[in-house]
């Protein structure tokens, strides 16, 4: 297993998950709703922050790897569904959401896997719905996590919820189009 700085970030975001849930659980004596909600949002955004270094350094770095290549995209998928669980826990987002965002991970995971045993993988290689996805969830989750209302003006709950119902439908648009990109692969490879 290789070690190199965007290796040690990915390490990060993975570390990052039982902090975002954490926080949430300190008591109130510590810091307020407020104050848990805002560290909660930091903790996620610099997470979603070392998701776009990590692959920018290791480029520029050239230190690309296959275990980095695999790591990455683990670390972006348990942060987001540990974000979700916790949002799911707190009442601030819909059952649908998190069962439709999770499902499609684990479903498109599942599929590259089988593409990549198949010799198919780059059929479902990411693509810019796919990264759409990801940036629609990323910036979603911080307003729910806030929660509040920011500088007198801004509904965090209200604009987080539209947010992420605009991820929920990239997210099924996603899978539809891997799902697509690979059927014809997967045409009289099915047993």
């Known amino acids: ?5 965007p290796i040690a970030l990915t390490w990060l975001r993975v ?34 922050i070392t998701d776009w270094l990590d692959g920018f350094l290791a480029r520029r770095l050239k230190q690309e790897s ?13 942060i987001v569904a540990a974000a979700l669980l916790v949002l799911l826990n707190m ?13 499609r ?3 498109i995971s599942a599929l590259r896997e ?13 693509h810019m719905v796919g990264k759409l996805k990801t940036t629609a969830q990323l910036v979603a989750i911080p307003f729910l996590l806030i929660n509040d209302t920011l500088f007198g003006w801004l509904d965090c709950a209200k604009l987080g919820t539209w947010l992420i119902w605009v991820a929920a439908f990239l997210t099924l648009w996603s899978m539809f189009y891997y799902l697509k990109k690979a059927l014809p692969q997967l045409v009289g490879k099915i047993d």
């Open 66 to 78: 296959a275990f980095g290549q695999f790591l990455d995209p683990v670390a972006d998928k348990l």
């Open 105 to 107: 991970e684990i479903t």
């Open 1 to 5: 297993m290789p070690f190199n700085l």
């Open 15 to 48: 570390a990052a998950i039982p902090l975002l849930v954490v926080v949430f659980y300190l008591p109130n004596s510590w810091f307020t709703p407020f104050e848990k909600n805002i560290i909660a949002a930091v903790i996620f955004i610099s997470a979603a």
């Open 91 to 103: 009442d601030r987002v819909q059952v649908w959401v998190a069962l439709v965002i999770i499902g």
């Open 114 to 126: 089988w593409m990549a045993l198949l010799g198919a993988g780059k059929s479902v290689a990411v």
